[in-house]
């Protein structure tokens, strides 16, 4: 029951490249980010060396919702505030893009839905209406429902439609990342933990590890913190209820439906906030339980429970991720901190780093600047 259910029957042995002698460039995680990366690299002509501890795709990347969402963490309108119109703006672009391609990248391991977003009281349906009249004055499409349909009507008010979202099989996605990360002549060596980058010879290390840093740099430490999420899956409902992923309480709730009729649900962090900030990868009773009683909301019953898992994601201060060369660290560069966003981010990040790397900066990686750890 500890398992994911994305991990389970889809491991498939990956072809193996082996690089002589040290690597240009050596990545630290085989996550969405890690192959993005190192697959950009690769196709720029760098040799590349991909680190993993466990299997491809079995940290974060296999351990989430499913979601693939356009933005980041923080809400447009708030973004606006933060950021200024034009970072905003850029950001929301950039992760436009990056699902994008991501959809060409994943054929069927990503289907593109829409995505709901549901205010639990009436102050989160103002906070909604205010996100949705900030995209639409930007040109971003966006849905307001004032009426829901059942089993949503009665216990929410309202809610956003974001029409290009969509719903992802993560580990499909990612496994099938690093295949053409392989073709493009990556080496991949899963299995192999990277404790200290003292380990690693090459020009350039590329930390992409999300929230599961712990140790190799103090400042990405102090920067990002392990954040647990737990979710569980039933067996299939006996008939359709939610055509699209959907996001709650400010985010602190979230299920979809798959396409066999089963509920893949998760959340309630906020039970228990203390206890969720950890890096412990293990399900707790208390927010479990509370998963459970969402389940009996929305659909009435608690239908059997066929998993239940928890996976860490890095979460940062400012709702950003890290991403660039770090301070004080000359080859050393960092992607990761996605605060719940990693799936569509990751993929932009990676890609990002990669263009810095091969000399080609976007001016893009100025908004996730690790440099702005040491201005704090």
């Known amino acids: 029951m500890g398992a994911s259910y994305w991990l389970e029957g889809h491991e498939r042995p990956l072809p193996r490249n ?23 690299l690769a196709q720029g002509g760098l040799r590349v060396r991909l680190y993993e501890a466990r299997d491809i795709a079995s940290g974060a990347s296999g351990r989430n919702g499913g979601f693939a969402l356009r933005g980041g963490a923080m809400p447009y309108d708030r973004a606006r505030r933060t950021l200024g119109a034009a970072r905003a703006k ?4 950039l992760s436009e893009e990056a699902l994008d ?12 839905t829409g995505s709901l977003r549901l205010a639990a009281d009436v102050e989160e349906q103002a906070d909604l209406r205010a996100e949705a009249a900030a995209l639409a004055a930007d040109g971003f499409e ?3 429902l004032d009426e829901l349909d059942e089993p949503l009507r009665g ?4 809610g956003l439609v974001h029409p290009r979202d969509g719903s992802l099989h993560p580990v499909r996605w990612v496994g099938g990342l690093a295949l053409l990360a392989v073709e493009a002549g990556v080496e991949l060596c899963e299995h192999r933990r990277v404790e200290t980058l003292a380990e690693l010879r090459a020009e350039h290390v590329v930390i992409a590890t999300d929230g599961y840093t712990r140790g190799l740099v103090p400042e990405l430490d102090a920067a990002v913190r392990p954040t647990r999420g737990q979710v569980l899956v039933t067996e299939p409902l006996p008939r359709r209820l939610f055509e699209r992923p959907h996001y709650a309480r400010r985010g602190f709730d979230y299920w979809q439906q798959l396409p066999d009729g089963r509920l893949v649900i998760g959340g309630q962090r906020d039970a228990s906030f203390d206890a969720e900030w950890t890096a412990e990868e293990s399900t707790t009773s208390l927010v479990q339980d509370r998963i459970e009683g969402l389940v009996r909301l929305l659909v009435g019953t608690v239908p059997r429970i066929t998993h239940r898992w ?14 660039g060369l770090l301070p004080g660290r000359p080859g050393v560069w960092a992607a990761c901190g996605y605060s719940g ?3 569509v981010l990751g ?3 990676g890609e990002l780093v990669a263009g810095a790397i091969l000399g080609r900066p976007d001016p893009l990686l100025e908004l996730f600047d690790p440099g702005r750890l040491s201005d704090d």
């Open 341 to 343: 966003h990693g799936n």
């Open 90 to 93: 850029a950001l929301w672009r």
């Open 310 to 323: 928890a996976g860490i994601f890095g979460s940062t201060a400012d709702l950003l991720p890290l991403a």
């Open 347 to 349: 993929l932009a990040c």
């Open 18 to 40: 082996r690089l002589a002698g040290d690597p240009d460039v050596a990545v630290v995680g085989g996550g969405v980010t890690g192959c993005a990366c190192a697959r950009a």
């Open 155 to 158: 216990l929410f008010h309202g």
């Open 142 to 144: 966006v849905e307001v």
């Open 101 to 112: 391609r991501l959809g060409e990248l994943a054929g069927d391991a990503l289907r593109r």
